[in-house]
């Protein structure tokens, strides 16, 4: 702290508590009389406080008890408000002597040399360099004068500092937000004390002196804080500041406020709107390239709509699929069961992306869909193992029942396809363009053309008919995170294909080929003719409708434009979409 600052606190101090005031100053005077030219010895006798003797000697000043060996060059007799005007320079010891209010007795002329004894420009560790003893009592009861009430502001808590061994003590802090601090030795009633920092009184020394920073004082023990640590950190602060050392502290923070109030917000969900930004669905139709949601606010609509597969109600699906014919209940086996294979087949291939991820915002938004796409497996097995009764007892003795009755289009798209890509992925993770291979065969083509399809359609028609109202509504919340999914491939794809546009022709050419293909998984077992047929009570022209479409609209966003509906699906398509009523 600089002297003019130490002048004013000492006088603030002396104003209230002169006996605080002076005993402050005697504790510096190690360091305040090194300045004094010795040798000189002297006695100093301030009412109320304890004599002390200091020797001079070689530019360093020892303080002792009065009285000791030999006498002194001189004694000084004062009160506690003159030594403080001696000690800030206020008043020159000539004029204090004159006035009466110095007595001094012995040879005066040596007490003349006291003008270059200073309290003020004295650091507490000047204190403890000059082999003096710091006093907790006057540090911690000078501190209501040292820290600004304004800096208290927000801050209402009552701290415990327990200095242990001799010379300790427990002393109470109260800051009141915006009232000066107070001090006390017993606690405070009325006010939980909600936290204690416990140091010995030789650490004390060393921690107050500068020479041991708070945290190395806890890291190695010489400090213990039980309760709340935060408290005690903002007082150091305060207690830093009140000695000038807090400056660059106080500038990063400043600096960290402005960026903290820049990033607010930053994982909000702010223009993420009500859907799920997949341009292929009817109410997000008008999502065009510019409106497409990005990867963190994609994120944000993760964190809002998680849900739990546990919290979902089957009671009325179990007693419905106990009370369905065999026949019908094997028609709805093949039907999820395709779904089931198909979502654990999704988590176990999407994790080679993650590592192949461009960006850490496309890491982050892939995590959180490999964690959907294994609650997606889960709700599948859950309805699997409680409701359908399937035999194994485990996952993938589950999974391998139903697996045996897949047919040969969906292992194509499933083996061939997508976990074939995974594997090329994973063997080369840096390749950029196998990436948007990937998300083109993964996110547009099993997501948004078959998966998303496949869903909206089953779900309307069980809900048309309130079948398994349970099974639906984790449906729905299925194809809601499915929405999500799709919407984040068409805006990687968009932004790849926006940095190289050589990524297009990659797009282009993998949905094509493989929707080409994979149109023919939406046929169940019982049909002879891929072209026409009906499945959960829609035509085959509706189903290749609604999955032609979707992938038109979204393909569009990207700049691409399919072939015709002759060409890419296996039969006719019908407009407009089907709407079954509910
Ligand atoms: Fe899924
Ligand atoms: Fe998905």
Redesign the pocket.
Known sequence: MDADRQAAALERIAAHEPELAARLILMTLPAAAGHIRGPLSFDIDVDRLEPRRVAILDGRARVEEAGGRGGADFRLHTDPRTLVDLATGHSGPVRLILRGRLRIRGKRRHALRLRRMSATGVALGDIVGAGGTLDPDVLFRILPYLVEPEWTRGHDFTVRYQVTGHGGGDWYIQARDGERLAVTHQPPQDREVVGTARVSFEAYQRMAAGEVTPIRAMQSQLTTIEGQIHPITVLGRWIDRSQGGDEAELRREEAQRRLQAWRAGLYAADGAGQGQGDPGHEREAARDGRALLDYRQLYALWERENWKVQEIDFAVDREQWVTTPREAQESTIWTLGSFFVGEER?TADLAPFLPAAPSGEIELFLAT?LV??AR?AAFFDRFGAEVMCLSADDIRGRMSEVEQILLPPWREVFDDGLRDVARRIKARPDDLGLFVEGIATYHLVI?GFL?VTGQTLIREYMLEHSLYPGFCEGFGLVER??HR?VAFGVRFLRDAIAEDARHRHTVERVVTDLARRAAYVFAPPYVQDPSDYVSYGYSSRQIYGLAYRTLKRRMRVLGIEIPPAEELMPGPIEEPTPQPAR
Do not use: F, G
């Open positions: 999704v869909q959907d796409e997606h997501e998966a995170d499915e999914h």
